[in-house]
């Protein structure tokens, strides 16, 4: 279970909420809203004062970097900065080769993807793999910035199912998605986030950022 | 053997007519360097002239500690013109001491290899500590100022992909890895790129004094490779542990991208 307590995010008022296991919350806000700055605090990848426990272990109380092999954050833009996406997924294990065989016949990719340059893939391609990246070694909470803003239709609705398999197998999903789409409907819990409070909006309208159920 | 050949200062009159004929074409075709050119030319003969007489003094002290005061006073110089052309500074003097010390250590270190294989009596011999540990001292500099440059704009640069390795559940050593790699490599490279073309291209600047000194070029020779080697290994050295340093500043403890340790830090 993912839980974060009065966790300080600017523009963001403090926040606090829980995600249980098989548990997906689905944050829907306008752009510039926080939405990434959240995702990333929650990843700690950028220092925001707060609590967040994974299972009952404060972020704090485990090194960084395994923290983010438990709570893994996938960017909108994806990044790849090998030729090939083979080498992301390196792994000597026979499971672990046959998992990622899975993940790419879920989303409808050729197994040959892999050794094509990266440079050559579209985005909807690139997007594909980054989500699988993300998966790939099992983390357990999954915190996804816009995972199917790059994809068509055809192509969101699997990646939407794919998400769900996720929290069907017991992984906490935290996922930014537009309203009315695939992924959105995967929603248990919604944190709407306000416009970003201006000169002339009223800060306490962000204060609507508590989860609904 | 022919001996050394002291110059006169009509010799040096003459050099520097070179130099205003520089000028004049300079300002023939309107380069606007004249200005820059008198001032460079000036510094350099201000500033030699001004070596020279600190190094005359030194050398009839004969004491380790004025040897080492005038090594760190000269490094710390090049340190801080080093540092001040960089575009993406450490913050805080903390950092910037911790990455550029490795440069005096090293430097320091392999000046004593270099007194032990030369053995001159008193060890500290100014003429010999002097040349040898600001060479070293020099080089290292050069190189750290290449990995601390070459890092730092790598960590601007590329901070998504280091970004996206450290979401992915990487140590900041391992995020990192390509950018210090690149950044060792460039560190290394004019160093290396002095032991190839040595003799070939160009003779290096202390054989080159050591012959016109009247020096055997054998002996001369065999003196270069000494300081070459000696050069390689500090550069190595001081090169690893600024790339570390380095990267342990652009990062903190819980392996976070830290951009705003460095000036010119783009808000995300």
């Given at each position: ?213 | ?71 760190i006073?000269?490094a710390a110089?090049a340190a801080?013109?080093i540092v001040?052309?960089q575009?993406?500074?450490f913050?805080?003097w903390l950092p910037l001491l911790l990455s550029s010390s490795p440069a005096f250590l090293a430097g320091l270190i392999t000046t004593f290899i ?19 540990l600001?060479?070293l001292v020099g080089n290292a500099l050069s190189g750290v100022s290449l990995v601390l440059d070459s890092i730092t704009?790598a960590a ?16 900041r050593f391992?995020?990192f890895e390509?950018s210090l790699k690149r950044a060792m490599r460039t560190g290394l490279m004019p160093i ?38 000696l050069i390689a290994g500090s550069t190595a050295i001081a090169v690893l542990a600024a790339g570390i340093a380095a990267v342990h500043f652009l990062t ?9 340790h ?7």
């Amino acid at each position: 279970m993912l839980r974060i307590e009065k966790l300080k995010v600017k523009p963001l008022p403090p926040m606090s909420f829980a995600v249980q296991v098989g548990e997906c919350l689905v944050i829907e806000g306008p752009s510039g809203s926080g939405k990434t700055r959240l995702l990333r605090a929650i990843a700690d990848l950028d220092p925001a004062p707060g609590l967040i426990f994974l299972n009952g272990v404060e972020r704090n109380e485990i090194s960084g970097h395994e923290w983010r092999s438990r709570v893994r954050y996938a960017s909108a833009e994806p990044v790849w900065w090998s030729e090939t996406a083979r080498a992301a997924f390196a792994s000597p294990h026979k499971s672990a080769q046959e998992r990622l065989a899975r993940l790419l016949s879920a989303l409808a990719l050729s197994p040959k993807i892999l050794d094509q340059p990266i440079a050559t893939l579209s985005t909807g391609e690139r997007q594909r793999l980054a989500l699988i990246r993300a998966l790939f070694d099992e983390p357990q909470v999954l915190l996804l910035d816009e995972p199917a803003s790059a994809l068509d239709s055809e192509a969101a609705a699997l990646a939407a199912e794919l998400i769900r398999f996720q929290i069907l197998a017991g992984r906490s999903v935290v996922v930014t998605a537009h309203e009315q789409s695939a992924i959105s409907k995967l929603a248990h819990i919604r944190l709407q986030l306000a416009r970003l409070p201006g000169p002339r909006a009223d800060p306490s309208q962000a204060s609507n950022a508590a989860p609904l159920r | 053997m022919t001996s050394y050949v002291p110059l006169s200062y009509v010799d040096l009159a003459i050099a520097a007519a070179l130099v205003a004929l520089n000028g004049a074409i300079s300002f023939a075709y309107s380069l606007r360097l004249e200005k820059s050119l008198a001032i460079a030319s000036l510094r350099m003969v201000v500033q030699l002239a001004a070596v020279a007489v600190v190094l005359k003094f030194i050398f009839a002290q004969i004491s380790p500690i004025w040897s080492l005061l005038f090594t760190i006073v000269m490094a710390a110089g090049a340190a801080f013109e080093i540092v001040m052309r960089q575009e993406h500074r450490f913050k805080s003097w903390l950092p910037l001491l911790l990455s550029s010390s490795p440069a005096f250590l090293a430097g320091l270190i392999t000046t004593f290899i270099a007194l032990a294989v030369i053995q001159p009596s008193p060890w500290y011999t100014p003429r010999f500590l002097l040349p040898v540990l600001g060479m070293l001292v020099g080089n290292a500099l050069s190189g750290v100022s290449l990995v601390l440059d070459s890092i730092t704009s790598a960590a601007h640069r590329e901070r998504n992909v280091i970004e996206a390795r450290l979401a992915l559940g990487a140590t900041r050593f391992v995020a990192f890895e390509d950018s210090l790699k690149r950044a060792m490599r460039t560190g290394l490279m004019p160093i290396l790129n002095a032991m190839a073309a040595a003799g070939i291209v160009s003779l290096p600047g202390m054989m080159t004094g050591q012959i016109l000194a009247g020096i055997d070029p054998i002996e001369a020779a065999k003196y270069q490779i000494l300081i070459m080697f000696l050069i390689a290994g500090s550069t190595a050295i001081a090169v690893l542990a600024a790339g570390i340093a380095a990267v342990h500043f652009l990062t903190d403890e819980r392996h976070r991208l830290r951009l705003d340790h460095t000036t010119g830090a783009a808000k995300n």
